[in-house]
T-cell receptor
């Protein structure tokens, strides 16, 4: 296992700009998740893919957020017209589903700061 | 709506002492997970608990699950400084999709 990787690790942007993050899951993991974590809180679920299908989205995922997982491999999370409230750590996780009790393995995260 | 509560939220303890972190959840769940997070880092999986009465141990950490009480505990034995981190429990309910619902985390500081 090479682990879940995310890029970039840090992003500073100005309010109103668009940003895109990438996540590469552990190979052969068919499930991919995005979470958001603010300081002093536990991660909050945003969305989930099984292969290339986006099966679930949280109410936290406003219209400004969009996620894709073309071909069921890497995933991207785009935030349009960023707001200061979007500042957070964005975590990606992957799992093999029920084959391994749906244990989710997390990447290092992308820390977003919106000025 | 599934809610997960941990206590305490902050725990300062001396090396060599024992302590327990508690995780309560509001509805029946399918699995319970414990994660560790070091400052500025991502989450490291510690334990997966699948059924009532499950107990798992790794080094100085032992996790248990009581599904009837909707309670999991993470017990720390003879704490050492290296255990200083934030510990999260998370619950998965398959009928709510595959999302994990996390507690607020317990920030543990082990003092020499």
């Amino acid at each position: 296992d090479t682990g879940v990787s995310q890029d970039p690790r840090h992003k500073i942007t100005k309010r109103g700009q668009n940003v895109t993050f990438r996540c590469d899951p552990i190979s052969e993991h068919n499930r991919l998740y995005w979470y958001r974590q603010t300081l002093g809180q536990g991660p909050e679920f945003l969305t989930y893919f099984q292969n290339e299908a986006q099966l679930e989205k949280s109410r936290l995922l406003s219209d400004r957020f969009s996620a894709e997982r073309p071909k069921g491999s890497f995933s991207t999370l785009e935030i349009q017209r960023t707001e200061q409230g979007d500042s957070a750590m964005y975590l990606c996780a992957s799992s093999k589903g029920l084959a391994r009790h749906n244990e989710q393995f997390f990447g290092p995260g992308t820390r977003l700061t919106v000025l | 709506e599934l809610k997960v509560e941990q206590n305490p939220l902050f725990l300062s303890m001396q090396e060599g002492k024992n302590y327990t972190i508690y995780c309560n959840y509001s509805t029946t769940s399918d699995r319970l997970y414990w994660y560790r997070q070091d400052p500025g880092k991502s989450l490291e999986s510690l334990f997966v608990l699948l059924s009532n009465g499950a107990v798992k141990q790794e080094g100085r950490l032992m996790a248990s699950l009581d599904t009837k009480a909707r309670l999991s505990t993470l017990h720390i034995t003879a704490a050492v400084h290296d255990l200083s981190a934030t510990y999260f429990c998370a619950v998965l309910k398959e009928t709510s999709g595959s999302r994990l619902t996390f507690g607020e985390g317990t920030q543990l500081t082990v003092n020499p």
